[in-house]
Nanobody
Framework: VQLQACGGGLVQAGGSLRLSCAAS????????VAWFRQAPGKERDFVAA????????VYADSMKGRFTISRDPAKKAVYLQMNSLKPEDTAVYYC???????????????????WGQGTLVTVSS
């Protein structure tokens, strides 16, 4: 499956952005799609994941409340709505996908075989 992320940009603190991840290629049945982010000089962190079948979602504890992941089967897309953005949210955001990752491993980047190219989000203070 091919993933293409977009929607990043420059936003002031307190603002909102919606990232999109377009999926193509293989069937999306049973796929799990996640968002990760990597701030400058830091490791890549899990943000959230969604099950394509049923739409169940999982969030990193620190992302709950401000970030919402969703998917649109008709558009073959996954979204990350980010509200009340803070300068510390500045990072490159990646979408990733896996057909086999189990729930307990959703936060592990090594569990995902497919990655998009990343989109940069910059939050100014």
């Amino acid at each position: 499956v091919q993933l293409q992320a977009c929607g990043g940009g420059l936003v002031q603190a307190g603002g909102s952005l919606r990232l999109s991840c377009a999926a193509s290629g293989r069937t999306l049945t049973n796929i799990r799609v996640a968002w990760f982010r990597q701030a400058p000089g830091k490791e890549r962190d899990f943000v959230a994941a969604v099950y394509w079948n049923g739409g169940n979602t999982v969030y990193a504890d620190s992302m709950k409340g401000r970030f919402t992941i969703s998917r649109d089967p008709a558009k073959k897309a996954v979204y990350l709505q980010m509200n009340s953005l803070k300068p510390e949210d500045t990072a490159v955001y990646y979408c990733a996908a896996s057909y086999s990752v189990i729930r307990s491993n959703l936060g592990s980047q090594d569990a995902y075989a497919f990655w998009g190219q990343g989109t940069l989000v910059t939050v100014s203070s």
